[in-house]
């Protein structure tokens, strides 16, 4: 089950590995995704998109507080 914040009015969903982004999040949410390489912190779009960025982070806490700086600037 995903949990999640809001951080400056912005939902940071995190989600379990066999968890769809686009069911759990909704547009103008950030998602923090964990695979084999690490974790990842993306963007969810007004229409869907997603957008992560280049590369994950080491360790969930780290993922977060990167989704939480974006949430500071309105994302």
Same mark, same amino acid.
Request: glycine share 6%; net charge negative; hydrophobic share 40%.
């Given at each position: 089950?995903?949990?999640?914040? !809001? #951080?400056? &009015? %912005? /939902?940071? %969903?995190? @989600?379990? $590995?066999?968890?769809?982004? @686009? $069911? #759990?999040?909704? /547009? ?5 995704? #964990?695979? =084999?390489? &690490? ?6 779009? $007004?229409? &869907?998109? %997603?957008?992560? *960025? =280049?590369?994950? *982070? /080491?360790?969930?806490?780290?993922? !977060?507080?990167? +989704?939480?700086? +974006?949430?500071?600037?309105? !994302?």
């Amino acid at each position: 089950m995903p949990s999640k914040i !809001i #951080h400056r &009015g %912005v /939902p940071i %969903v995190t @989600l379990a $590995e066999d968890e769809a982004m @686009l $069911e #759990h999040c909704v /547009p103008n949410c950030i998602a923090i995704r #964990h695979d =084999d390489a &690490g974790w990842w912190t993306c963007f969810i779009g $007004e229409n &869907g998109e %997603v957008d992560c *960025y =280049d590369e994950p *982070y /080491p360790n969930r806490d780290q993922a !977060i507080w990167a +989704a939480k700086a +974006a949430a500071e600037f309105g !994302i």
